[in-house]
């Protein structure tokens, strides 16, 4: 019982970790955004 709640743990922190990380945004999504808002603005 002891090592199943040990798995158990483990695996809630990994999903944990997986989530917060989804949630942060990288440096190219980041450089994607500021491309998007320079064309938009020669448009103008």
Known sequence: MKYCKSIIAVLAIVA???GLSS???G???SAG???DKAVED???
């Open 42 to 44: 020669i448009k103008k």
């Open 27 to 29: 440096p190219l999504e």
């Open 33 to 35: 955004k500021k491309v």
């Open 16 to 18: 944990l970790i997986a």
């Open 23 to 25: 949630c942060k945004e």
